[in-house]
């Protein structure tokens, strides 16, 4: 964070052009006038320098910053007047206590043109069973994804064939096929392609049982420039970027006393693995600690040609879900764990 602050200032400088640079050479503490033309002039001082080119820069391109809040961790630098002005809330200093870091929070009808801006569950007062959207507008026109990481969010378990019928999270705005998720969203996170010159994002919570009225939800909504290297590839609904990590299905579950399909009808996604220099391939392995139903799909795993799960490339696991449970309800949908394995 330091190191970008101080090139920000540098580039304030060079755009701000002489005047700026006429102020240079003052110590702090320094008497605070100087000669110009002959005249005597007050002089901002170095302390005042900074704070006035943070104010120009917090406007020109936001940075982010590690808040105080174990909840809403990633924050935006501003002024502390900014951070007011955006509805934020301070958190913790940054900038070298030049600015406040900024936590950005929206609940239902909000909408935000920030980066990182937290979705969360309206006040109980002001609750009703009804959609809750948050309109998300692009930061800039070099926007191409935004990447949803859902810190909470239980809806409603699907009916007997997986579908969403009661809860459902949703978003549009984007390019389509995003696949519409109920149940335990928790720890999940989704990346969703936008046409950098295309409208706002809804991105939606809808609710039809009673009891999900007082759930509580913290979804991230982070944007992603078009060049940027978090970029997923093309076709990835998740992307992993570790060496090795666990991977689950959207409201995976592996509790034997569960006999509901925990598995989610209609899905059609892919989840890609980043890989590691020097690293050739992937093993998958059923997360044990998920217990014995850690993967109960429909197919047996078996019947998967072994050629096809050895070291395909980009490394990626497709889920494809249809929405007929008949005869099948216990599927609970799968968790697995990979590893990725250095060229030999
Ligand atoms: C977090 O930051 C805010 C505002 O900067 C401050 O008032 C609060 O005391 C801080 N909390 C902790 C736990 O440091
Ligand atoms: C938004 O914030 C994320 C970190 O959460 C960062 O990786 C990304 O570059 C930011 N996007 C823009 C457009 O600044
Ligand atoms: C669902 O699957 C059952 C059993 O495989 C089959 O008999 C039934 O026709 C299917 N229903 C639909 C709507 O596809």
């Not at 174990?70 to 955006?86: E, P, R």
């Not at 909408?111 to 009804?130: A, K, V």
């Not at 060496?243 to 925990?262: E, L, Q, V, Y």
């Not at 690293?279 to 072994?306: K, R």
Request: aromatic fraction near 10%; glycine fraction near 8%; proline fraction near 3%.
């Amino acid at each position: 964070m330091g190191a970008s602050w101080w090139w920000a200032v540098v580039w304030v400088v060079v755009v701000g052009g002489a005047a700026a640079m006429s102020v240079i050479e003052k110590e702090e503490g320094q008497e605070l006038r100087e000669k110009r033309d002959g005249e005597d002039v007050e002089v901002e001082s170095e302390s005042d320098r900074q704070k006035r080119l943070f104010l120009i820069f917090a406007q020109v391109q936001p940075l982010q910053c590690t808040t105080n809040s174990t909840v809403y961790k990633t924050g935006t630098c501003f002024t502390s007047k900014n951070c007011k002005s955006q509805g934020g809330l301070a958190s913790g200093s940054c900038a070298s206590g030049l600015g406040v870091c900024c936590i950005i929070s929206r609940t239902c009808n909000g909408d935000t043109s920030l980066n990182n801006t937290y979705f969360t569950e309206p006040d109980l007062t002001s609750n009703t069973l009804d959609g809750c959207t948050l309109t998300v507008n692009r930061v800039n026109d070099n926007i191409c994804q935004i990447r949803l990481d859902f810190h909470l969010l239980d809806l409603s378990q699907p009916d007997s064939n997986g579908r969403c019928v009661y809860d459902v999270f949703s978003v549009s705005g984007g390019m389509p096929h995003l696949p519409k998720v109920c149940g335990t969203v928790t720890g999940q996170h989704m990346y969703y392609d936008l046409d950098p010159q295309g409208g706002a994002v809804k991105i939606t919570v809808d609710r039809s049982v009673v009891a999900s009225l007082t759930t509580a939800w913290n979804i991230q909504v982070a944007q992603i420039a078009c060049d940027s290297e978090y970029r997923a590839p093309v076709g990835c609904l998740q992307y992993y970027t570790e060496h090795s990590n666990i991977i689950s299905s959207f409201n995976f579950d592996g509790a034997a006393t569960d006999t509901d399909t925990r598995q989610l009808a209609d899905m059609d996604y892919g989840v890609c693995i980043r890989r590691a220099d020097n690293y050739c391939s992937v093993a998958w392995v059923a997360y044990a600690l998920a217990g014995q139903y850690s993967f109960s799909m429909t197919e047996n795993a078996a019947v998967v040609d072994s050629s096809l799960i050895a070291s395909a490339r980009p490394f990626a696991l497709y889920v494809k879900t249809d929405s007929n449970e008949t005869m099948d309800k216990g599927n609970r949908g799968f968790s697995l764990t990979y590893r990725q394995l250095p060229c030999f």
